[in-house]
């Protein structure tokens, strides 16, 4: 029987056969390390877009309004990250974060609203 080590901290495993770790903890910490980047990537694209659907909220109390790119881009509106599209039959294009949309239109003007 070999002496397995723990691919955390490299002390001896005691336990069943297949087991890698010696302890719950030094599980934890490498499967934190191997898993850091993916889990940083979508925290921090989940807080961009949450972040985006804020401003949006409120910025569209009525559920139809028009506001220029300046004041979206003032407020901290990353227009990089969105949820979803949705082409109407004139062949507009609604970019959508969740529930709220937004429209360009013509000088820099974008319609906001809220889908029902």
């Known amino acids: 029987m070999s002496d397995k080590k723990c691919l955390e901290c490299?002390?001896?495993?005691?336990?069943?056969?297949?087991?890698?770790?010696c302890s719950d903890y030094c599980r934890n910490a490498y499967n934190n390390k191997v898993n850091k980047g993916s889990k940083n990537l979508i925290r921090n694209t989940n807080n961009?877009?949450?972040?985006?659907y804020k401003i949006l909220s409120e910025l569209n109390i009525s559920g139809k309004t028009k506001v220029t790119r300046?004041?979206?881009f003032d407020k901290g509106f990353d227009f990089k990250f969105i949820t979803s599209l949705y082409t109407t039959k004139a062949g507009s294009t609604y970019l959508y974060v969740y529930d709220q949309g937004y429209l360009e239109l013509d000088n820099e003007?974008?319609?906001?609203?809220?889908q029902d």
């Open 10 to 21: 490299g002390d001896k495993v005691i336990g069943r056969v297949d087991k890698k770790f």
């Open 48 to 52: 961009r877009l949450r972040k985006n």
């Open 70 to 72: 300046r004041k979206l």
């Open 109 to 114: 003007i974008y319609l906001l609203v809220k």
